[in-house]
């Protein structure tokens, strides 16, 4: 999975490349978008490959329990309207 990190509302200046298969630690003040990346790359990767996704799975480790499930819903939804 390749996607730049503007695409992931980050940083209009960042070109970020995250890689399957190895654990990738984001951090950033509040605000900074880290959730909604994190969120987006879960949807993504499981997407099935026709819709251009991973067709795979996702870990998500929260260290602070504030997992959203109606968030990530909300993403998938809004992203991948079909």
């Given at each position: 999975?390749?996607?730049?990190?503007?695409?992931?509302?980050?940083?209009?200046?960042?070109?970020?490349?995250?890689?399957?298969?190895?654990?990738?630690?984001?951090?950033?003040?509040?605000?900074?978008?880290?959730?909604?990346?994190c969120l987006t790359l879960a949807v993504m990767?499981?997407l099935p490959k026709k819709m251009n996704g991973l067709d795979g799975g996702t870990v998500?480790?929260?260290?602070?329990?504030?997992?959203?499930?109606?968030?990530?819903?909300?993403?998938?939804?809004?992203?991948?309207?079909?």
């Open positions: 999975l390749k996607t730049t990190a503007s695409s992931l509302s980050l940083s209009e200046k960042s070109n970020i490349e995250f890689c399957s298969g190895v654990v990738t630690e984001i951090v950033g003040c509040a605000g900074a978008g880290k959730t909604q990346c990767t499981c998500y480790f929260d260290s602070e329990s504030a997992f959203s499930p109606s968030r990530l819903v909300e993403i998938a939804r809004a992203r991948y309207r079909d």
